[in-house]
């Protein structure tokens, strides 16, 4: 066996562990069944929705959250127009005009961070959510997370479970997948007390969240990660509302997807070296013993994969060239039979059809999840393009991370 393959068995084996670990942690607590009951009380929120250049979606973001089913004398959605140069103010300021419920606030261009900071200022609720202005909530999302809040008083901030919204082509429908898969390790990070991110999209936080550890910060574009590691640690409990759903808009071409998704990994990178006290620390659970280094063990091990799946195409190509070219005869194209004695039986093979029938078992959980449905074509573009693209985003990340070169937000 060559050093190389040897370093792929050992990949494949830290993820099935992890992966068998996870659907252990399901069994063992499985996610509550959504109830018909309503809170017992309805503390004030305030929703920021910052934005910038936003103008396509922020109708539609300004619309569910004035259908959301919570007493309107409680609810105040703050826009915090971020130095927008489109039509995004003069949206806001004609939802602000017909309906009380809505402030707008205008600033200069400061970043996301920024324009939170401002709206957590203007705020006096016992619950500050943000949303932002690409992403929009089902109808029961607060009253759901509310609930969530209730279930213990030492929750300090909720996450909800992430959809995409309306996936049409095959990027989308491969991310629609990809966030399902989120959602079962959402939720399995709960029932850990560690999860790792308190998303954009409708996290909801109690206004002492501020008070105690401070607003959001610069933090590599990546502000609610790094709050997220911040109020671990501090000792602060996160959990998540499966049954509130929030829906998102994703990129749809590969250069916009790999622009984001770099920014979340390089995000990951310099907020773990930035919090690195908290790696194998047991003072802070299972987020400092299991989740972090994972994290960091799973994006290695993915640019790993993909250098030396690189490595063995080329090597195949060079071999097939130098072939041709000392016999003068060219490669044979074949069609392709399956022949049952000649399948491959190998540890490899087996562990890869094991990782990749347990990644399965863990989307399918996360529709149980939040009961829904995906579609074959979905299932087919995530299994035939993710690998295929998400190296290029580990690179960069990598690579931005080792210059310390600031990540792109858009």
């Known amino acids: 066996m060559d050093i190389g393959a040897f370093g792929i068995y050992i990949c494949l084996f830290i993820g099935l562990y992890f992966e068998v670990f996870l659907l ?36 539609g973001t300004l619309q569910s959250l004035l259908d959301l089913t919570y007493p309107k004398d409680k609810l105040e959605i703050v826009v915090i127009n971020d130095g927008s140069k489109d039509k995004t103010a003069e ?42 202005a690409d992403s929009f909530v089902a109808k029961d999302a607060l009253v759901e997370a509310v609930k969530q809040f209730e279930t213990d008083s030492s929750i300090m901030a909720i996450t909800p479970a992430m959809k995409v919204y309306q996936p049409r082509k095959v990027l989308e429908l491969m991310q629609s997948v990809e966030y399902m898969f ?13 999860i790792n991110v308190l998303p954009g999209p409708f996290s909801i936080y109690k206004s002492d969240v501020f008070r105690k550890i401070g607003g959001f910060k610069h933090a590599h574009n990546t502000e609610d990660m790094e709050i997220t590691f911040r109020m671990h640690a501090h000792g602060l409990r996160i959990a998540n509302a499966h049954t509130a759903l929030v829906y998102t808009t994703v990129p749809n071409t590969v250069a916009a997807l790999v622009k984001q998704r770099t920014r979340w990994s390089q995000g990951f990178l310099q907020n773990s ?39 063995r195409a080329v090597s195949f190509v060079l071999t097939r060239a130098l072939d041709m070219f000392a016999t003068h005869i060219p490669p044979h194209l074949s069609t392709p039979h ?73």
């Open 24 to 59: 252990i942690s399901f069994l063992e607590r499985r996610p509550e069944v959504k109830s018909a009951a309503t809170p017992k009380r309805y503390p004030s929120v305030s929703i920021l929705v910052p934005s910038f250049n936003e103008e396509k979606t922020i109708a």
């Open 91 to 132: 949206i806001a300021a004609r939802f602000a005009a017909e309906h009380p419920q809505i402030k707008l606030l205008n600033k200069e261009n400061g970043g996301k961070y920024t324009a939170l900071n401002v709206g957590i200022e203007h705020s006096s609720a016992e619950l500050i959510g943000c949303l932002d």
């Open 182 to 194: 989120g959602i079962f390790y959402k939720k399995m990070f709960d029932n850990l007390s560690a």
């Open 273 to 311: 070296r930035d919090y690195s006290y908290m790696f194998f620390n047991p003072r802070f659970g299972n987020f400092g013993m299991l989740v972090l280094p994972f994290g960091l063990i799973a994006f290695c091990a993915g640019l790993y994969t993909a250098s030396y799946a690189l490595y």
């Open 338 to 410: 399956l022949q049952w004695f000649y399948i491959n039986t190998s540890m490899m093979t087996f562990l890869v059809i094991t990782v990749l029938g347990m990644t399965f078992v863990a989307i399918f959980l996360g529709q149980h999840i939040t009961k829904s449905r995906l579609s074959i074509t979905s299932f087919v573009s995530y299994f035939v393009l993710f690998g295929l693209i998400a190296p290029l985003w580990l690179a960069r990340a990598a690579w931005g991370a080792l210059r310390a070169q600031e990540s792109a937000w858009r």
